[in-house]
Structure formats: structure tokens, C-alpha cells
């Protein structure tokens, strides 16, 4: 017997089951990024302890969430442990993390430590807090890894952070840097990790609609709209929305570097350079003009293009 729907009825139960689709797409995305990002970088190898750190956004709630998915997965053992740092902010809902984490199954800690107090006092009103805020914060944090026994601290930084730390740090820093998926710590002894380096933020953003995380917005920093990193995202969002995957081009960029076509004399050695009658497809075409592919964007919002 087939069945009868309602006029109303069938568009219902056609968009319900095109938004399943599309989860499950999401879903699998999202573990084959992140599997490739940990395949690529060694991020993630036998007997590791690895410190989760959770700040209550949808970036580590949804890095927490994709990581206890692989490791079912994973060929190798290695554990998790999930971290909180409750900086004692006005208005913080402390229950909110812990009440969530406990029904992950993950073993997780809590620690308490007023920083905000120490920011609020050391930084004038209307300047940036995060500088300050991060260095506290990073401090507890490695003595809370030490504490924990883990030798690995895994970040919720996505793809399109690792794309504004490279562009502050080329307008404002000087400096060709980014923000690398895995790196030994500051102190040297932890290995840092950013499972979710090929990700993209919106993707995040579907994948915590559709989990319902309790997010915690955070009320030290976030609220600080003249952030310079706040400027670059929407800079980075505007192009992506003009000329749609250049987001992913110039993330793909950041892994094809050609030092002898930059000016770092640390990094390639200009001043010996000698002619070795070998052809190298890396060396300069002299007259040529460099070829880009066509669909390349003819022109970034806000920069003036002036013919030479």
C-alpha cells in the first residue's frame, strides 16, 4: 500500500530529508579534513594524551566533537582529555561547560583562575585585551597539561583564522607568518596542534546549528569590534563572497612557498647564488610575465590597480 501524503505533507518531508543529506555531507567533510589535516602533519600518533582545550565557542565545541568521532575511527590509541580555563568574566555561566562535557564521555577538567580581574586592572578601557589575556591564559594552560600528564594541546583554529593571522601579520607585523597546524610550544615542551587547519568557519558554524552547542560568547574580547583580527575576517569574507573559493586559494598558497622568489636572505642564499647550467623550473623566466589562471579575481575590494 503506498502512501498518501497531504499537499502540505510531502514539501515537509522533502526539505526534512534534503537537510539530512546535507548533514551527513557536512559530517563527512568535516572527518575527512580533519583526518587529512592529522595524516598530513603527524598531528596525532600512538599513546598521545592530548589536552582539548575548550573555551565554550563553536570552534573547540566542534573540534571536541569531530575528535572523539576519529577516534573511534582510528587505527591507534591515543586519549583525550578536555580543558577549560573559567577566567571568572562577569556573567560567566560556569555550569554550562560541564554539564555539556559530561555527556560526551570525554574525562575533563575545570580551572578556575581570575584573569579577568588581572586584565581589567593592567589594561586601559577601549584598548585591546588579548594580547595580555593570552599570555595568561597560556600559562595556565601548559601548567594544567603538565598537571594532566599530555603532551599534546590541540587548538580549535580553523582555516580561515590560519588565513587572518597571515594577512595581520603581513599589514601590521612585517613579517610573511602564519599560524601554523602543529608547532613545538613556546616553553618547548608540548607539541601544539590545529586538527581543524583545513576547515572553514562557516562549515563550523552549520555543524554547531545542527548539534545545538551551548555556546558561551565571550564577553572579555569578543565584544571588541575594532579588533584588528575582526577587520581582516570581514575583509577575507567580502572577498570570498565577490569571487567565490579564492578563501581556498590563498589557503592553498600558504602551502606553496618558493623561497628563492621572495627576498628572505635567511631563507634562500642570494648573496652565493652561482649559475650551474642545469635548468631548474623554479628559476626566474626573466621577460616573461607571470600566467595566472583565468579565473583568477581581477581585482581585491579596496585596492586601487594602477597600470605601469
Known amino acids: 500500500m503506498s502512501a498518501v501524503w497531504t499537499e502540505n505533507e510531502a514539501p515537509t518531508l522533502g526539505k526534512e530529508a534534503k537537510i539530512e543529506r546535507e548533514t551527513h555531507k557536512l559530517e563527512k567533510r568535516l572527518c575527512r579534513q580533519v583526518g587529512q589535516a592529522i595524516v598530513d602533519y603527524n598531528m596525532i600518533e600512538e599513546g598521545d594524551r592530548i589536552m582539548v582545550c575548550m573555551s565554550g565557542g563553536k570552534d573547540s565545541y566542534g573540534m571536541l566533537d569531530i575528535l572523539i568521532k576519529m577516534k573511534q575511527r582510528a587505527p591507534i590509541n591515543f586519549e583525550l582529555v578536555a580543558v577549560n580555563?573559567?577566567?571568572k568574566q562577569p556573567g560567566f555561566p560556569e555550569h554550562i561547560l560541564p554539564e555539556y562535557l559530561a555527556t560526551t564521555g570525554v574525562p575533563f577538567h575545570i580551572e578556575t583562575q581570575d584573569t579577568y580581574s588581572i586584565v581589567k586592572r593592567n589594561i586601559p578601557e577601549g584598548k585591546t585585551m588579548c594580547s595580555l589575556c593570552s599570555r595568561l591564559r597560556r600559562g595556565i594552560l601548559y601548567?594544567?597539561?603538565?598537571?594532566?600528564?599530555?603532551?599534546?594541546?590541540?587548538?580549535?583554529?580553523?582555516?580561515?583564522?590560519m588565513l587572518q593571522t597571515f594577512f595581520l601579520n603581513m599589514f601590521f607585523g612585517g613579517k610573511l607568518k602564519g599560524m601554523p597546524p602543529k608547532l613545538t610550544?613556546?616553553?618547548?615542551?608540548?607539541?601544539v596542534i590545529r586538527p581543524m587547519a583545513y576547515v572553514?568557519?562557516?562549515?563550523?558554524?552549520?555543524?554547531?546549528?545542527?548539534?545545538?552547542?551551548p555556546?558561551?560568547?565571550?564577553?572579555?574580547?569578543?565584544?571588541?569590534?575594532?579588533?584588528?583580527?575582526?577587520?581582516?575576517?570581514?575583509?577575507?569574507r567580502e572577498w570570498e563572497k565577490q569571487y567565490p573559493g579564492r578563501a581556498e586559494t590563498m589557503f592553498t598558497a600558504l602551502q606553496n612557498v618558493v623561497p628563492s622568489h621572495l627576498m628572505d636572505s635567511k631563507l634562500h642564499d642570494f648573496k652565493?647564488?652561482?649559475t650551474t647550467g642545469i635548468p631548474d623550473e623554479n628559476g626566474?623566466?626573466?621577460?616573461?610575465?607571470?600566467?595566472?589562471?583565468?579565473?583568477?579575481?581581477p581585482g581585491l575590494p579596496g585596492l586601487q590597480v594602477i597600470p605601469v
Do not use: Y
Not at 601548567?143 to 583564522?161: F, M, T, Y
Not at 560568547?217 to 577575507?236: F, H, I, T, Y
Open 85 to 87: 580555563l573559567d577566567q
Open 143 to 161: 601548567k594544567v597539561a603538565r598537571e594532566l600528564k599530555c603532551n599534546k594541546l590541540a587548538l580549535g583554529h580553523h582555516r580561515d583564522d
Open 185 to 191: 610550544s613556546d616553553n618547548g615542551e608540548f607539541i
Open 200 to 213: 572553514a568557519e562557516k562549515d563550523l558554524i552549520r555543524w554547531a546549528e545542527h548539534r545545538q552547542f
Open 215 to 236: 555556546i558561551i560568547p565571550c564577553s572579555l574580547c569578543g565584544s571588541q569590534e575594532n579588533l584588528q583580527r575582526v577587520q581582516a575576517g570581514k575583509m577575507l
Open 272 to 274: 652565493n647564488l652561482k
Open 284 to 297: 626566474d623566466k626573466a621577460f616573461d610575465e607571470e600566467e595566472f589562471p583565468t579565473t583568477a579575481m
